[in-house]
């Protein structure tokens, strides 16, 4: 008897074990992707739309808390933590779509969505209390050094430290390049060697040639890589990166869509709050100037460096080039001539042109990367380069 019931019991225990591993795709699928889980992940928009409430109706009462150090830190920090969590969402509704839809129109939805957070969010800014004619300008160049500098080079170097080398599609990246090499120079360095107009500035027909030019070659661009050259911005054909995770079943498009929408609408409510205690800490506190634009620039790039960092590290990196180079390409691209128009019809100054050390920083930046992406191949010394950059960056913030 007790052979036999050892003998029994064997069979029942691979049967046991069996068909759990089985089972999950199967039992766990219909409930990871029903509409209760899905709404279950998106608590934190309670926390954000309890946010915008409470600002809504006492929103004075909460910025006379500043007047305090420990007032004015506590609503620095909650309001940053809300909008960045809500930025998070938006990437994660963004990055849906992108599995969905595949290279290259999925980075590009990606690149769009936090692009348009940085536009919308630079506008209500302006458009509230006095004008700050340099935050476009803070804006624009702390993205390029950000993320040329601190982003790529932590993706290169953690990338590195894993693989070794890794590959990316050449083609795509001087595609790039291409076009974000001379946006930089006319958007950020020509305003301060024209003699037109006074300061960093550019003349009315200046601005119509910076901002047409501009978007002509932002759409061009958008032409090549989900047209004719899509084949540029997938990754080089045999590399490991190719290989993709099994497909589940795949929930529809319209809920990721709407979502995006919910999430970026709050954004940029909350962003014109947050610049309440900015401008108290740069004017009352007297912090640099560029704070206001570097704390915009950190709010929509650091969502993407995540997702950006994570695929370098899981031996992604065409993704990766995708995802900065687009977001760079993206900010200057859409964000110059939007911004050249709306300070036109609001009559706010805007000084374009970069002080002397920043200037240095943003050639030195540019010709880095051009190094970086003229092989094909990467590896950690690269990244290190990029993130020395990215310090020297933050020291000069604070001592030029």
């Excluded at 506008?123 to 993320?147: K, Q, W």
């Excluded at 946006?183 to 305003?191: D, E, G, K, S, Y």
């Excluded at 110059?336 to 000084?351: E, Q």
Aim: aromatic share 6%; glycine share 10%; hydrophobic share 55%.
């Amino acid at each position: 008897m007790t052979e036999q019931t050892g003998i029994s019991s064997t069979p029942r225990q691979e049967n046991t074990v069996t068909p759990p591993a089985g089972m999950p795709p199967a039992a766990s699928g219909p409930r990871g992707t029903g509409a209760g889980p899905r709404l279950a992940r998106e608590w934190f928009l309670v926390v954000t739309l309890a946010t915008v409430g409470m600002f809504v109706f006492a929103g004075p009462a909460l910025f006379a808390l500043q007047k305090h150090p420990l007032g004015l830190a506590f609503v620095l920090i909650w309001l940053f933590a809300v909008v960045m969590g809500t930025a998070m969402g938006v990437v994660r509704h963004a990055e849906a779509l992108a599995e969905r839809l595949g290279e290259p129109f999925g980075t590009l939805i990606l690149t769009l969505s936090i692009t348009g957070i940085e536009v919308l969010s630079i506008t209500a800014v302006m458009m509230h209390g006095e004008n700050n004619p340099d935050l476009v300008r803070d804006t624009l160049f702390s993205v390029v050094m950000i993320v040329l500098g601190g982003m790529i080079g932590a993706s290169l170097l953690f990338g590195g430290l894993r693989h070794r080398e890794q590959s990316f599609n050449l083609q795509g990246a001087n595609a790039y390049l291409g076009v974000i090499v001379p946006l930089a120079v006319f958007t950020l360095v020509l305003p301060d060697v024209t003699f037109a107009t006074e300061g960093p500035t550019l003349s009315t027909l200046q601005k119509v040639m910076v901002g047409l030019m501009a978007a002509a070659l932002f759409l061009i661009f958008l032409g090549i890589q989900t047209g004719r050259h899509r084949a540029f911005f997938t990754a080089p054909e045999g590399e490991p990166e190719e290989a993709h995770e099994e497909e589940e079943a795949r929930p529809p498009l319209l809920p990721h869509l709407l979502l995006l929408l919910v999430y970026m609408v709050p954004v940029v409510y909350l962003v014109e709050q947050l610049a309440h205690p900015v401008d108290y800490v740069i004017e009352g506190l007297h912090a640099p100037q560029a704070l206001g634009g570097v704390l915009m620039a950190i709010l929509v790039a650091t969502p993407e460096a995540i997702g950006g960092v994570k695929a370098a590290i899981a031996n992604r990196l065409q993704r990766s080039v995708n995802i900065f180079l687009g977001s760079v390409l993206a900010t200057i691209g859409l964000t110059v001539p939007i911004m050249l128009v709306v300070s036109g019809a609001l009559g706010l100054d805007l000084n374009l042109g970069l002080p002397p050390t920043q200037l240095v920083l943003l050639v030195t930046m540019l010709a880095v990367s051009i190094i970086t992406f003229s092989s094909g191949r990467t590896h950690l010394l690269q990244g290190a380069v990029h993130i020395l950059m990215f310090l020297a960056f933050v020291l000069l913030l604070f001592q030029s």
